[in-house]
């Protein structure tokens, strides 16, 4: 066995060589001989090169993998020795091989599973996972190798820790030297100064709940990195982990069974951005979208309003609401000033409506809509499993990721906003503004990344009362209620034409389910375009304001401030810059990347539905009875010309 691995070393040394020399180059140029250097290769390109070390790599990567090390080290010193003599670095003692299986045969289900499909037949195998991380391990220093000297024959051997016996060290019953002759020795003393440590770190990575179905309990497995992989990834990231499965006893307690829990040993991780993975948009894809706006060149507001009818199209209507998902889910663009001060990018919404208004109906669809979400209930939710919280594990405190954590990057949906505890609810505060938690718990100090959307819902507390603040009626903080860019107040008043208008399309919706299945009878924009118009437009339009808008939303945030008397909660600076991100929002809705004074305007209409009583338009009416106009554009412009004589900046434009 020890002569094969010796055969392989030189084809593999010439593989590295023939690709990878660059690699190996930027290696030697470092001045520390002593650190970890991790070495990528492409698992597809191997499999091209060499399909039979491709092939030994994947069946055996207990004994390959260091095979491969050792080929890369002997590889470096042939690189180095063919360098000139001014570019020469030092050598090198740690190389480590890190494999890549994107876009190779690997990326099967049955080499790549979800960690819910992990089984015993996967051991021993070369193996890939795609998870969220969870848990993050502090850092330690592990004993990975130490020597010892046969008294019988006085040659030395190595001894490795067993991961299976919880990283211990034990000896051999008998000397394990491969001589012509074993000699049987049973006594060994350690070799002094023979103790190689490597650093050492423990995560937990979680699949994730997008892709299970109803009622399944998302399953976790341990995953152990040594040298250049630690601190590679903290909670909350999305990884891809490519490693060896094996398994740990578990912690020995009396009277209790002892089990193997599973454990993947990586040879490479790296973290993904999940938006970015998951969603392919095509060049015919963006060719449609162009056209779509070609289309509706003469009149934008019906093209906006075609997209605007696919969210959440089972519920009719709520015109208003579905505007503020939209732009809510697109978000503005982040700044950043020369202090390095961060304004946030992402809006946050409200919906606050009585029973049966289809508000966790829009909730479900805006998580489809976003490509990393979680869902959430007021009740069912701790500060801790919002934020973060401490967990022991074998006397060693580690940091566990709640929802809004895990939502980095994506959305936050929280349902039965009102009831949260107010303890609970505070927590959220610096998630949502700053868009990062502050930890100090059990010695644990940090700082961790909520670049989250966060999405309420919440009933009023008892009948609503229009002559009270939205505080009142919601039981709610004003530091809270500003932090949200738009709140919704859907009050199901008693509207007989409406209720007609409703039940007429709910009873055609359930005529229309008997006789046909066809999407696209229903719904022109379906649900997979409709995400990738949201994340093409975050992804490429960065709008910028101009001079029009930008007189518009100072002149309506001056006067807002002058007559906030009702609802002082909501008319602070963050008013301003809410209207600045809803204006960014619907730029890049209507697919632009400059903000007009239509998107000025827009993002106006959408404050003043989140107030009880306006103090600039009564042309808002109950959101929840707000339509789609069969005229947007002439809608528009009634609108726009009110808004512009009370601001009292038509001279100004």
Known sequence: MEKEKENWEMPMATFLIDHHSDQLRSISSSPDPNLHFP???????????????????????????????????????????????????????????????SGSPLECPETFPSIGRVRVHHRGILLTLKGIVIRSGAIKMHEGERKYIC??????????????????????????IQQSKPCGGTKFQYEENTIVCHDYQEIKIQESTQVLGVGAIPRSIL??????????????DDVIVTGLLT???????????????PVLIANNIRRINELKSEIDISDDMVKKFEQFWVH??????????????????????????????????????????????RVRGESHL?????????????????????????????????????????????????????????????????????????????????????QTISVAKAGLVTTLSTRTTVFGATNPKGQYDPDQPL????????????????VLVLLDTKNPDWDAVVSSHILSEAELDRTTNDEDLVNSWPLPTLKRYIHYVKEHFRPVLTREAEIVISSYYQLQRKSATHNAARTTVRMLESLIRLAQAHARLMFRNEVTRLDAITAILCIESSMTTSAIVDCIGNALHSNFTDNPDQEYARQERLILEKLGSIDDI
């Open 223 to 236: 995953v152990i990195l040594k040298d250049d992989l630690v601190d590679v990834v903290k909670a909350g």
């Open 39 to 101: 070495l990528f290769i492409d698992y597809a390109e191997l499999m091209e090169d060499n399909p039979r070390i491709a092939r030994l790599l994947f069946a055996q990567p207990k004994t390959y993998l260091p095979v491969f090390d050792d080929a890369a080290l002997w590889a470096h010193k042939i690189v180095l020795r063919e360098m000139p003599d001014d570019k020469k670095g030092v050598e090198k003692k740690f190389i480590h091989v890190r494999i890549n299986i």
């Open 471 to 486: 505080s009142i009626n919601t039981t709610l903080s004003g530091p809270l209620l500003s932090r949200f860019d738009i």
């Open 350 to 434: 409200l919906l606050v409506g009585d029973p049966g208004t289809g508000k966790s109906q829009f909730l479900k669809f805006a998580a489809k809509l976003s490509n990393r979400s979680v869902i959430t209930t007021g009740l069912g939710s701790t500060s801790a499993g919002l934020t973060v919280t401490a967990v022991k594990d074998g006397g060693e405190w580690m940091l566990e990721a709640g929802a809004l954590v895990l939502a980095d990057g994506g959305l936050c949906c929280i349902d039965e906003f009102d009831s949260m505890r107010e303890h609970d609810r505070a927590t959220i505060h610096e998630a949502m503004e700053q």
């Open 247 to 261: 398994a740990k006893w578990s912690p020995e307690l009396k009277d209790v069974r002892c089990d193997l829990d």
């Open 296 to 341: 509706f060149k003469d009149s934008p507001l019906k093209g906006r309003n075609a997209i605007l009818r696919a969210i959440c199209p089972q519920v009719f209507g709520l015109f208003t609401v579905k505007l503020a998902v939209a732009l809510t889910l697109i978000g503005g663009v982040q700044h950043v000033d020369a202090s390095g001060t």
């Open 151 to 176: 008294q019988k024959c006085k040659n030395s051997f190595p001894v490795y820790p067993e991961v299976e016996a919880r990283n211990s060290i034990s000896l051999p019953s008998i000397c394990p």
